[in-house]
């Protein structure tokens, strides 16, 4: 009953909207304040709270590494027993030069994340004061050190609960945003008086941005002061730095590490003594790297290009399939009309290809975190593809025609009319395989979407013309055709039964909607979806009643209305997530637990094998592998034998944390799986297509490993 009641209260608060709970404390020259990514924290779970600063105008606080002189801003918590917070994450830091001397530290406004782990004991319901004690050194030309007695209070909730409004996607953006390892190579050398500090990487090639800083962790390891001369490569960077004390010691270091900011971005590095590479600085041809895997444009568009044929294996494509069917038993007995849907449907493809990986490539490029599939993360998008599919069923089923009425048309205009409907179903075929990530692509997309906009557009290029290829290259196969039926009567019948993968297609995507939204945004799309069946039925009576009567005139009006109706209804913004959802992107019957980066470091803590399922409710490729391979009894049983932490990032929502891990793995989509060892290690890629008997050779292994 206990139980029961805090459930109920954690839901009513969660009803209520009610957000973690801080207060403002005003030290003098800053604002400080506790916040929280989450409106609550489940038993066990980890969410990311942050200290927040709003600095006076004209002043700043200091980076872990103050620079010359300075104090970094320090924090002492007052926790209940059992709950745990992390150090800081922090940003990269900006350079605040003062008199002869040069700091590292932060203005305006700053959030400084950490990681905080309730117990899994902790009571369901129950509302917990967090208390803190920040510490910062504010200065101007002088230094005030203040000081603020903080407070958050957190619900204790049954379920992961939802993001708070205010806070969520600023931490989330900072965490995305926080120098990381990326898998660039540095080392360093002494040259002279100098020191020589070579970078290079994939995220460093062909960059043109002149401007680049390192910001090292320990202070005493460069001159801050002195400038920093940059040498710009094929491959990457090489920085001429003044050395600091730690190099004039009898013992010099031999490990540099800190953060590099280049290009507009944040990494963080780790460099080893070494001759650094001629490439990294002009002087030599490009070198491989690690990070890279070996690839160039060549390479890149190979994978692409198989890639796509791959993709259309997927399952995510076999609703369009029946479509190019249908548009090929059309025209098995006319060559030359063949040739031409091939070339159409051609086009199509990599139009939508080029168009979808110039929108990716903007709004990267904007500083928003989003990978391949990113359409289908906006609820509106997804319920504006679940009505074209219905219009595409309503339209295969014949309740209204496109592009001739029912009386017929000449042959030319029939001739335009399908060449058009080919250049759709490219375009069509290639917005549903989106969710998809076929073998090869991965790597490949990785790869494009840290290079160059015109390499990354010829990579995709590469993608649409290996995904186009089957078809286009049966169309222009007069031995194929051949053997197709001849065009007659059964046409129709055909035609009509090749509706329904389509209203399967608009049912998945309802699905998907309602994963996103709740029953709130299905109810939406479903009140759209009666209102665009209406208007096809209104508009197909008009057809058939051409040149008759006058008076459908009026049918077709209201039909007008009712559709416009219904696009507004579903394509309208303001879905919400569902309150305290929870694993929307399927649920396998292995128990498991929501993906965080202080998760999997505290599950690899402990000695124990991880398993990690990056999927999204929309990517089909991943429902495919939940239901064959990750919901079994076998996969269950492997990983409950080998102890083994199974964690699950659910991308259906745009998710910029779980966008920067896949770019760490060198993906843009997913499905993305990973097997980490019990003694530590890299983490293993799994293929995207599973099989239950791959996933427990790979958990025994990872036991041992």
Request: glycine share 10%; aromatic share 8%.
């Amino acid at each position: 009953m206990r139980q029961i009641l805090a459930a109920l209260t954690t839901a009513l608060a969660l009803l209520a909207g009610a957000p973690a709970v801080a207060a403002e404390i005003d030290t003098g020259h800053l604002k400080a304040e506790l916040v929280s990514q989450a409106r609550g924290v489940a038993p066990g779970q980890t969410i990311h709270v942050a200290l927040r600063q709003k600095i006076q105008k004209g002043w700043h606080t200091y980076w872990r590494n103050a620079g010359d002189s300075g104090e970094p801003t320090a924090i002492a918590w007052t926790l209940p027993p059992g709950w745990k917070a992390s150090d800081f994450v922090w940003p990269a830091p900006q350079r605040q030069p003062t008199g002869p001397l040069m700091n590292y530290g932060y203005s305006g406004e700053v959030l400084l994340p950490m990681a905080l782990t309730a117990p899994a004991d902790a009571r369901t319901g129950e509302a917990v004061a967090l208390k803190a004690t920040a510490s910062f050194l504010v200065c101007e030309q002088v230094c005030v050190p203040e000081q603020a007695e903080l407070t958050l209070n957190l619900t204790v909730t049954a379920n992961p609960a939802p993001e708070d409004p205010a806070w969520g996607r600023k931490i989330a953006a900072v965490l995305t945003a926080a120098p990381r390892p990326v898998g660039l190579d540095a080392v360093f050398a002494r040259q002279g008086e100098g020191l020589k500090l070579a970078i290079t990487g994939a995220p460093l090639k062909g960059a043109e941005d002149a401007d680049a800083y390192f910001f090292p962790f320990d202070g005493t390891a460069i001159d801050h002061a002195k400038p920093q001369a940059i040498e710009r490569g094929p491959e990457g960077l090489t920085l001429t730095i003044a050395p600091g004390v730690a190099f004039h010691a009898p013992k010099p270091p031999e490990q540099l590490a800190g953060v590099l900011v280049a290009d507009g971005r944040a990494f963080e590095i780790d460099a080893k003594a070494g001759a650094p590479p001629a490439s990294a600085s002009g002087l030599g041809a490009p070198r491989s790297t690690a990070s890279s895997a070996g690839f160039g444009l060549g390479a890149a568009a190979v994978f692409a290009f198989l890639g796509g044929i791959v993709l259309n294996l997927m399952p995510c494509v076999f609703p369009v399939l029946a479509m190019k069917a249908t548009s090929l038993a059309r025209h098995a007995d006319e060559h030359r009309a063949a040739r031409a849907q091939g070339v159409a449907f051609l086009a199509g493809v990599l139009a939508t290809f080029l168009a979808l990986a110039g929108a990716l490539i903007a709004i990267r490029a904007g500083g928003a975190a989003v990978g391949w599939g990113f359409q289908l993360q906006s609820p509106p998008i997804v319920a504006g593809l679940c009505l074209l599919m219905l219009g595409v069923a309503l339209n295969l089923s014949g309740v209204f025609e496109l592009g001739q009425s029912l009386q017929g048309a000449g042959q030319g205009f029939a001739s335009r009319g399908g060449m058009f409907g080919a250049f759709f179903t490219g375009a069509l075929a290639v917005v549903v395989a989106a969710p998809c990530t076929a073998p090869f692509m991965g790597p490949a997309m990785g790869w494009a979407l840290i290079q160059s906009a015109p390499v990354a557009l010829a990579v995709f290029a590469a993608l649409g013309l290996g995904f186009a290829a089957p078809f286009t290259l049966a169309a222009f196969a007069p031995g194929l055709l051949s053997r197709l039926p001849k065009p007659g009567p059964w046409m129709e019948t055909f035609r009509r039964l090749m509706a329904f993968p389509m209203y399967a297609a608009a049912a998945w995507l309802a699905w998907v909607l309602a994963a996103q939204s709740g029953q709130a945004g299905l109810a939406r799309v479903l009140a759209a979806a009666v209102g665009l069946a209406l208007a096809a039925w209104l508009f197909g009576r008009w057809q058939r009643a051409q040149g008759q009567d006058r008076r459908p005139v009026i049918s077709t009006a209201i039909a007008g209305v009712v559709l416009a109706l219904s696009l507004a209804t579903a394509l309208a913004p303001g879905y919400a997530a569902p309150a305290g959802a929870e694993g929307s992107a399927g649920r396998a019957d292995a128990p498991y637990e929501p993906w965080s980066a202080a998760r999997l470091a505290a599950a690899r803590a402990e000695g124990r094998p991880v398993f990690v399922n990056f999927t999204a409710a929309w990517c089909v490729s991943c429902q495919v592998n939940e239901r064959v391979a990750l919901s079994t009894d076998k996969v269950a049983k492997a990983l409950a034998a080998t102890n083994a932490v199974y964690l699950k990032g659910d991308w259906t929502r745009k998710d910029a944390v779980i966008e920067a891990e896949l770019a760490k793995h060198g993906r843009a989509g997913v499905p993305l799986y990973l097997v980490y060892g019990a003694h530590g290690g890299e983490g293993v890629i799994l293929p995207q297509l599973l099989t239950a008997d791959m996933v427990v050779r790979a958990l025994g292994a990872a036991k041992d490993r």
